[in-house]
């Protein structure tokens, strides 16, 4: 089993930057993918980057192309670094994992999440 856990939510002002959290624990051979989600109430749950731990293979979202970056290091921690952060950045961000060597933004792939962080962007 993987159990993930965010930290470093919180409430910023429009044009700043935060860094986000995924502490993982548990099977590495279960977290070969690792991502970030997020989702607005009452939205669809949006894909916004993935890794794979092999390579360090990347792909993002075009909404946050460009101002987010996300990252792994030695321990396996999951980071998020969010620049030149918007309004519409506003959500409860989730990480997740999966297996598969396969790492694209498909929510169905992801088997483990954690309980997410908030991020909460005013102009």
Not at 97 to 113: G, K, P, Q, V
């Amino acid at each position: 089993q993987v159990q993930l856990m965010e930290s470093g939510g919180g409430t910023v002002q429009a044009g700043e930057s935060l860094k986000l959290t995924c502490t993982p624990s548990g099977s590495t051979a279960l977290r070969v993918c690792m991502a970030w989600f997020r989702q607005v109430p009452g939205k669809k749950r949006e894909a916004i980057a993935t890794i794979r731990h092999n390579d360090d293979a990347t792909e993002y979202a075009d909404s946050v192309k460009g101002r987010f970056t996300i990252s792994q290091d030695n321990a396996d921690t999951l980071y998020l670094q969010m620049s030149d952060l918007k309004p519409e950045d506003t959500a409860l961000y989730y990480c997740a994992a999966h297996s598969s060597y396969t790492c694209i933004r498909n929510e169905a792939d992801f088997r483990f999440w954690g309980q997410g962080t908030q991020v909460t962007v005013y102009s």
